[in-house]
C-alpha cells in the first residue's frame, strides 16, 4: 500500500518562496509518475506539475517559470520549489503517484497573502 505524506506548506507573502515535499512510502517508488494538483475553495482540483517516472517535467502555464518539479528517487521524495508566489496560488496542495492506479496525500495548505 502507498502512502503520501505532505509537508512544508504554509504561510508566505506575494513574490516569496516554499518548496513542498511529498514523502513517498511503498516500494518502486522510482516506477511512479508523480504529480503535484491543488484546489482552491470553490474550485476545481487542477493539475500544477508532474514529473514522470524517467524524469520528464512539465508544468501548468499558470505556473510556468515559477514552479519546479523534482525527485529524489533515493529518498522517495517528490519537491514543488515555488517561487515569485501569487495570492492566486493560494491553495491546498496534493501530491499524487500515478502506477495504473492512483494514490493521493492529504493536502498541505499555502497561503499567500498580498
Known amino acids: 500500500q502507498v502512502q503520501l505524506v505532505e509537508s512544508g506548506g504554509g504561510l508566505v507573502q506575494a513574490g516569496g518562496s516554499l518548496r513542498l515535499s511529498c514523502t513517498f512510502s511503498?516500494?518502486?517508488?522510482?516506477?511512479?509518475?508523480m504529480g503535484w494538483h491543488r484546489q482552491a475553495p470553490g474550485k476545481q482540483r487542477e493539475l500544477v506539475a508532474r514529473?514522470?517516472?524517467?524524469?520528464?517535467?512539465n508544468s501548468a502555464d499558470s505556473v510556468k517559470g515559477r514552479f519546479t518539479i523534482s525527485r529524489d528517487n533515493a529518498k522517495n521524495t517528490v519537491y514543488l520549489q515555488m517561487n515569485s508566489l501569487k495570492v492566486e496560488d493560494t491553495a491546498v496542495y496534493y501530491c499524487?503517484?500515478?502506477?495504473?492506479?492512483?494514490?493521493w496525500g492529504q493536502g498541505t495548505q499555502v497561503t499567500v497573502s498580498s
Open positions: 499524487k503517484a500515478q502506477l495504473g492506479v492512483d494514490f
Open positions: 511503498g516500494v518502486l517508488f522510482r516506477l511512479y509518475d
Open positions: 514529473i514522470t517516472a524517467g524524469g520528464i517535467a
